[in-house]
């Protein structure tokens, strides 16, 4: 198992420039999430799965649009990007219903900036 | 989700016992302790989780009060690869929500 994937690693985008931040799981995980981190903060949720078609925001989902069309994947859109979404982004997934034995498995994170 | 307080920073000698508090004064009765830690600028890793029962694994062990409004993460023998940002989180995650809030941790240093 590959566990979670997150391409791409690094990210460099212009002012106003799109992009999809990819993000699989190959652990037919339900509940999938985005996270967005700071320097020196901690983790902030962007959007949420808890399943196929099922989609939810987060504490900070201005900006970034998601969609789940299958339990693998789960893409976080920037539409517009802006300087302020300069940030380390985490994807993370888990199994559904009571809580995992194992809790939220994260990917490696993208380092995305914004110039 | 209730909330969580913890102390922004901690030193533990290696080889010494690590005791992380958190203190989670609002938790409803079913919402569930969960404890991350992240490493340097790694994703966030699972570490333990408990509703009313200490609980103990290969990484760690959970004290929960018997009011449950507090909780001690123990890493039994500190190691200085267990320097990390430890996040303790009260969440509801057993019902459809599936989310979990993260605040802002306590800093381990461990040191030799």
């Known amino acids: 198992n590959a566990g979670v994937t997150q391409t791409p690693k690094f990210q460099v985008l212009k002012t106003g420039q799109s992009m999809t931040l990819q993000c699989a799981q190959d652990?037919?995980?339900?509940?999938m999430s985005w996270y967005r981190q700071d320097p020196g903060m901690g983790l902030r949720l962007i959007h949420y799965?808890?399943?196929?078609?099922?989609?939810d925001q987060g504490e900070v989902p201005n900006g970034y649009n998601v969609s789940r069309s299958t339990t693998e994947d789960f893409p976080l859109r920037l539409e517009l990007a802006a300087p302020s979404q300069t940030s380390v982004y985490f994807c993370?997934?888990?199994?559904?219903?009571?809580?995992?034995?194992?809790?939220?498995?994260f990917g490696s994170g993208t380092r995305l900036t914004v110039v | 989700d209730a909330k969580t307080t913890q102390p922004p920073s901690m030193d533990c000698a290696e080889g010494r016992a690590a005791n992380l508090p958190c203190n989670h004064s609002?938790?409803?009765?079913?919402?569930?302790v969960y404890w991350y830690r992240q490493i340097h600028s790694q994703g966030p890793q699972y570490i333990i989780h408990?509703?009313?029962n200490n609980e103990t694994n290969e990484m760690a062990s959970l004290i929960i009060t018997e009011d449950r409004k507090s909780s001690t993460l123990i890493l039994p023998h500190a190691t200085l690869r267990d320097t990390a940002v430890y996040y303790c989180?009260?969440?509801?995650?057993?019902?459809?929500?599936?989310?979990?809030?993260f605040g802002q941790g306590t800093t381990l240093q461990v040191k030799p």
């Open positions: 652990m037919n995980h339900e509940y």
């Open positions: 989180i009260v969440s509801r995650f057993s019902s459809n929500t599936g989310k979990l809030i």
């Open positions: 609002t938790i409803s009765g079913n919402e569930y």
């Open positions: 799965s808890v399943g196929a078609g099922i989609t």
């Open positions: 408990g509703l009313k």
């Open positions: 993370a997934s888990s199994y559904s219903g009571q809580p995992a034995n194992y809790g939220y498995t």
